[in-house]
T-cell receptor, first 115, second 113 residues
Framework: QKEVEQDPGPLSVPEGAIVSLNCTYS??????FMWYRQYSRKGPELLMY????GNKEDGRFTAQVDKSSKYISLFIRDSQPSDSATYLC???????????????FGQGTILTVHP | NAGVMQNPRHLVRRRGQEARLRCSPM?????VYWYRQLPEEGLKFMVY????????ESGMPKERFSAEFPKEGPSILRIQQVVRGDSAAYFC???????????FGSGTRLTVV
């Protein structure tokens, strides 16, 4: 069993739709949760970063963490064609030790938003 | 700020040759991480370095792979005697310190022929 499982997609939605991206994880020691966006032939770009259960909102993006269920989600409202990319969830252990430096990624979900 | 710079962007090597991948972190960043991305897979951690120190190399293959981050100059990921299975995109990331978010470079795409 992989430590982090991500719905592989691909997802194809019309412009303006609400997109839901999800990951589950097995290691309850994960404390920090991130969502990255990766355009083709580019490096991942950090979108959202949170370390507690609950919701965190930034513009059209909302990150949701449920530690009791070991489940995280990213919601994109009013999706745009420019949101078309691969979305990667990532997580890490507590800060303060060398283990923080290591991120464990999901395999990514390819999203296409068509006009 | 130029961001995390990786070079070369594309590298082609024949089986058995050596590959050297370079990463210059963002200005002020002293922590460097290397990840590998195989086709259809997410990024896999390889190694975490600070200046002149390897902090965590738990993701590095035991043979043929090495990494360094000298006091001066870029971080280097070195792959000796490359094989076809080493073909992948290799990403470097840097951060200002422990507990800070990463900034990734655009990667080096290694093709072994």
């Amino acid at each position: 069993q992989k430590e982090v499982e991500q719905d592989p997609g691909p997802l194809s939605v019309p412009e303006g739709a609400i997109v839901s991206l999800n990951c589950t994880y097995s290691n309850s020691a994960f404390q920090y949760f991130m969502w990255y966006r990766q355009y083709s032939r580019k490096g991942p770009e950090l979108l959202m970063y949170t370390y507690s259960s609950g919701n965190k909102e930034d513009g059209r993006f909302t990150a949701q963490v449920d530690k009791s269920s070991k489940y995280i989600s990213l919601f994109i409202r009013d999706s745009q064609p420019s949101d078309s990319a691969t979305y990667l969830c990532a997580m890490s252990l507590n800060a303060g030790g060398t283990s923080y430096g290591k991120l464990t990624f999901g395999q990514g979900t390819i999203l296409t938003v068509h006009p | 700020n130029a961001g995390v710079m990786q070079n070369p962007r594309h590298l082609v090597r024949r089986r058995g040759q050596e590959a050297r991948l370079r990463c210059s972190p963002m200005k002020g960043h002293s922590h460097v991480y290397w990840y590998r991305q195989l086709p259809e897979e997410g990024l896999k951690f390889m190694v975490y370095l600070q200046k002149e120190n390897i902090i965590d190399e738990s993701g590095m293959p035991k043979e043929r792979f090495s990494a360094e981050f000298p006091k001066e100059g870029p971080s280097i990921l070195r792959i000796q005697q490359v094989v076809r299975g080493d073909s992948a995109a290799y990403f470097c990331a840097s951060s200002p310190g422990l507990g800070d978010g990463y900034t990734f470079g655009s990667g080096t795409r290694l093709t072994v022929v």
